[in-house]
């Protein structure tokens, strides 16, 4: 198969309270989540596959997925919030190289309050430490930039560098599985120029990765402007999400973008049909300019040597790690129109959770949710 990276919603349970992400209050029903039968339709030979949710701690067969998809990627990751270290405990004495990426915002005030988590940084910081105690060879925490928590970046990166860890950024975002219409920076250049002070420290280091995960942040900043994309969107040719019910999504941000449903069809059906080349087309033509690890990972891979980037972000690297060894600045305004800064209208600050509780509220009727759901 072409190189192809994976995305598995597992669930949209979770047990963080995210002022970002209301799927915590959109949970699914585990009777209707995603079954090994159908993930096991999923080719091998997969470059990329990661597992994600909602929280995919939540999955009492989370061992069980992972020992059949393990098999399947060249890459294994599961993303989880961390407050449940200990299930992945078992996984990782199984398989150390399995990816791990804990949601961390920072501080640990930062963190809490975003992410409405009671002592939630203290247990991500120790359950990675542990990971790494039982032989864990690829463990990092991942943050989601905006104006609350882009002050942390540089510190975040510097604890990251102080353990070995790594660290994965994105930033706000709205997507139909959010329950979310506020994503938005309320200062945009404010958080671009916190992005540039990561940039340059990642690539004062003596890691390849970070040099690339250098021009990825190039990429948010361009994202946390308003601007368009570094490079074009490649998803649904070599990216796609499956959601929960077993949907295959070209990206987690369109829900146009449905390519068909895995539990009733095959994988070539869905992936090689003629929905598949519309959508392709539509991915082409997008403009919500979204710049998140996966897409953007795919987007920067040559096309002929997956395991190679596209001559831009490499020429990138060469030249401005050159300046950071000559003490040169990175001139951020050769690659980034700063004065064409995207103006929103006015935006309401993001509502947050940590040490509240509340009556779960349902924005949507969503067509898999049951009428059972809503009587909760």
Not at 3 to 22: G, Q
Not at 219 to 227: D, P, Q
């Amino acid at each position: 198969m072409n190189p192809m990276d994976i995305s598995i919603i597992l669930t949209y349970r979770c047990n963080s309270k995210c002022s970002m992400c209301y799927i915590w209050q959109n949970p699914t029903l585990p009777e209707k989540e995603v079954t090994l039968a159908t993930l096991d339709k999923i080719p091998d030979g997969v470059d990329y596959l990661n597992l994600t949710g909602g929280e995919p701690t939540l999955r009492q067969d989370l061992l069980d997925i992972v020992d059949l998809l393990y098999p399947k990627a060249m890459q294994l990751e599961i993303s989880s919030n961390g407050l449940n270290s200990h299930r992945i405990e078992p996984i990782i004495n199984k398989y150390p190289d399995v990816k791990i990426r804990y949601s961390l915002e920072g501080s640990e005030t930062t963190n809490n309050r975003i992410r409405g988590e009671d002592d939630g940084y203290n247990k991500k910081v120790a359950g990675l430490l542990r990971l790494q105690e039982l032989g864990g060879t690829d463990l990092g925490f991942a943050i989601t930039i905006q104006d609350d928590n882009v002050q942390d970046l540089v510190y975040l990166f510097q604890l990251c560098q102080k353990h070995g860890f790594e660290l994965a950024t994105s930033t706000l975002h709205n997507g139909f599985q959010f329950h979310k219409s506020d994503n938005v920076l309320y200062d945009r250049l404010k958080v671009a120029h916190h992005i540039e002070g990561l940039i340059t420290e990642q690539l004062k280091t003596y890691d390849v990765k970070n040099w690339f995960r250098a021009y990825l942040n190039l990429g948010l900043i361009s994202k946390a402007l308003g601007l368009p994309r570094l490079l074009r969107c490649t998803a649904a040719t070599d990216f796609v999400f499956i959601d929960p019910w077993s949907d295959v999504y070209a990206c987690n941000v369109r829900p146009d973008l449905r390519m068909g449903n895995l539990e009733g069809g095959s994988w070539d059906e869905i992936y090689n049909g003629p929905l598949a080349q519309e959508i392709t087309q539509k991915v082409y033509q997008c403009k919500h300019n979204c710049w998140m690890v996966g897409s953007a990972k795919t987007a920067m891979r040559n096309s002929r040597f997956s395991k190679l980037p596209k001559a831009d972000p490499t020429l990138w690297v060469i030249i401005n790690k050159l300046r950071v060894m000559l003490n040169q600045p990175i001139l951020f305004e050769k690659y980034i129109d700063y004065s064409q800064v995207h103006l929103d209208d006015k935006v309401s600050k993001r509502q947050y959770f940590f040490g509240k509780t509340f009556k779960r509220q349902v924005e949507s009727r969503d067509h898999h949710y049951t009428d059972d759901y809503f009587n909760v």
